[in-house]
């Protein structure tokens, strides 16, 4: 059982590291780039991915378009980004995603 916690720990501390990374890389100098709300988006998207059901769903475009809206929408408000900003923050973080996959070899949430 702790060795479960213990991964969605070190996942969900790198979710929001590269969180953190890809707003610091689109928008240097937020001052909303903190490591508490990257924690608090990075928990709140993880619910959201199953609660779309894009985990399950897959293979569905509604569960995929719910989920990205609702990601859109959390991280310009949480952020303060616009439309524009919150597509570059998503190229961004699945760049640094896959690096940090490639490189460390955990999954980010």
Known sequence: MLAHVGAFLVRWAASALVL???????TPG???NTFGTALAVAFFLSAAWYLTLAKFLWFLLLPWLLYVIVWLATVTFAYGLGFGHALLLAIAM???SFLVSLVFGVRTL
Do not use: D, K, S
Request: charged share 10%.
């Open 20 to 26: 953190m990374l890809a707003v610091g890389w689109v």
């Open 94 to 96: 699945a760049i640094l």
């Open 30 to 32: 937020n001052p909303r």
